[in-house]
């Protein structure tokens, strides 16, 4: 036999996909939040892992019950804020723990119009878009990755794409005139804490929505860098964008068998394959990143 030594690497563990529904109730008209939390701890925890002792292993069971507890004892708020109050307490209460990450997606909820007003505690889903935090806090530092998944844009006009090589395997027909679509997933790394992370979120999405809306694109990766361009412009307390957009195909269809033209108005949209453009932009003089992206 061979004689091997084996060591073990980067470890953690916590709860995945805690779903957490809360209903403050203001008088008749409620207010709700639904979220999906995920916990991640690190720390001296090879002892679990080699002998089996669990003597400093937070259970999983615990973190989820810690959530639920959590949304009680005071309003979730902000999801940003609620991730930061987790992740301190786990690192804070806990001493072998020694770095924790919480992430949040959060669901949105529009309330379903009852002959043309907003009822009271009836609601409607708003759609797959969702609101994204992930937190890390190590010693007394902090990360904030704050951001949005499964947003999706569509602009029938202000798109080409063109000028790309051509070998033997290229088909693709040189356009001045497309349909663009994405489902923008976006997450952008905070300097420091900020207070004001709900608009911050609000101002980041309009920032990116403008400017997928208004700029005139010669490439989905042109488009791309102007919106992290534009966040970064804009947004003092955004260090570093990254984005994930995949390029939802429209095709014109050949309507000439039917005795058609098609004049760029009806088209098949593919659902696979799709191109994918991900890229980051940040500011050159960034702070460092430290654990803020994956993998924890
Ligand atoms: O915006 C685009 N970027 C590409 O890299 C690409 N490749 C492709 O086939 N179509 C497109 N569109």
Redesign the pocket.
Known sequence: MISLAVILGPNQYGKAEVRLVTVKRDGLVHHIKDLTVSTALRGELAATHLTGDNSVVVATDTQKNTVYAFAKESPVGEIEDFALRLARHFVDRFGHITSARVMIDEHGWDRIAVEGKPHEHSFLRSGAEKRTTAVTVQDDRSWVVSGLADLVVLKSAG?E?HG?PRDEYTT?AETDD?I?ATAVTARWRHQGENAGWGESFREVRRIMLETFATKH???????LYSMGEAVLTHRPEVAEVRLSLP?K?HFAVDLSPFGLTNDNEVFYAADRPY?L?EGTVLRDDAEDAGPAWNPH
Not at 217 to 223: I, K
């Open positions: 798109s794409f790309f693709l497309r663009l694109s010669l490439s989905l990766q042109q488009t390029n195909h191109g453009i």
